[in-house]
Each structure stands twice: as C-alpha cells, then as structure tokens.
C-alpha cells in the first residue's frame, strides 16, 4: 500500500525558514522521481521542486535559489528546505509522485505572514 506523508507545516513570518518532509512508503523510494506541489487558496496546484532518483533537481522560477529539495532514500524521506519565506510562498505543499496515475500525500499547511 503506498502512502505519503507530509509533516513540518506551519506558520511563519516573512523571511523565515521552514523543513518540510515527506515520508514514503509501499514503493521503491530510491528509484522514484518524488515532487513537491503546493495549491494557494483559489489557486491551481503547482509544481514546487522535483528530484529524480539520481539527485537531480528541478525548480519552479519562484522559489529557484531560496528552496532545496533533498532526499534520504535510506529513510525513504525527501525534503524540501525552505528558507527566505515570501507570503505568496503560502498554500498547502503536496509530495507526490507518478506510477502509471500520479499518488498525492494529504498535504501540509505553510503560512507565510507579512
């Protein structure tokens, strides 16, 4: 059975830092592709950050330089650091991957206060 799990959300102010993790499991983590997502209220979903299996990375233009995804596949957990936090950074951040359909976790809550 696979299943994400996010943690690290919270509320923070501009400026501020935050580590999100994803937990994954009931896949072979090392070999996946793994995404950030995040939806704002009203917004679309987008992609965040990307990580292949090997390590390479993948950014949105927004959060290039201020953001770094990670991951861990001895813990099947990948990360994203997230520092010089912007309101607009605000939303809800999704890890996901795709295998035939795309798998979502429930999300985390990071809000950004001016």
């Known amino acids: 059975q696979v299943q994400l799990v996010e943690s690290g959300g919270g509320l923070v102010q501009a400026g501020g830092s935050l580590r999100l993790s994803c937990a994954a499991s009931?896949?072979?983590?090392?070999?996946?592709?793994m995404d950030w997502y995040r939806q704002a209220p009203g917004k679309q979903r987008e992609l965040v950050a990307r990580?292949?299996?090997?390590?390479?990375?993948n950014y949105l233009d927004s959060v290039q330089g201020r953001f770094t995804v990670s991951r861990d596949n001895a813990k099947n957990t990948m990360y994203l650091q997230m520092n010089s936090l912007k309101p607009e950074d605000t939303g809800v951040y999704y890890c996901?991957?795709?295998?035939?359909?795309?798998?979502w976790g429930q999300g985390t809550q990071v809000t950004v206060s001016s």
């Open positions: 009931g896949i072979i983590f090392s070999i996946r592709t």
């Open positions: 996901s991957f795709e295998r035939g359909f795309r798998f």
């Open positions: 990580i292949s299996g090997s390590g390479s990375t």
